[in-house]
């Protein structure tokens, strides 16, 4: 069974950055996907970002272009959300997630299989 595990996040301050990483054990990403998702207080979840761990592309939700990027590293098994320009409606927890095979649906939960326990992103005003 695939773990995922989060860290890296935390409190910041509105138009700080943040760099959340997500290492797997018992598994890995090779042969499908990496994906972030977030869920804010009352707010269903929400699809972030995603990466094809074969050949690196990514995919991001379109209101986080150019603030948010997706990015891997093989070696650890990992895969990173940077996120810069941060705003209070950024807060909420942000979950890994892995699956083998959701293209084209990358931005549906369903598809994925294996999820972290979350990391808490709190930005202040």
């Known amino acids: 069974q695939m773990q995922l595990v989060e860290s890296g996040g935390g409190l910041v301050q509105a138009g700080g950055s943040l760099r959340l990483s997500c290492a797997a054990s018992e598994g890995t990403f090779s042969s499908g996907f990496g994906a972030w998702f977030r869920q804010a207080p009352g707010k269903d979840r929400e699809f972030v970002a995603a990466?094809?761990?074969?050949?690196?592309?990514?995919y991001y939700a379109d209101s986080l272009k150019g603030r948010f990027t997706i990015s891997r590293d093989n070696a650890k098994n990992t895969v990173y959300l940077q996120m810069s320009g941060l705003k209070p409606e950024d807060t909420a927890v942000y979950y890994c997630?892995?699956?083998?095979?959701?293209?084209?649906?990358?931005?549906?939960?369903?598809?994925?299989?294996?999820w972290g326990q979350g990391a808490q992103v709190t930005v202040s005003s």
């Open positions: 990466i094809r761990w074969s050949v690196g592309t990514t």
């Open positions: 997630a892995a699956g083998r095979s959701p293209f084209p649906a990358v931005a549906a939960a369903s598809r994925y299989s294996y």
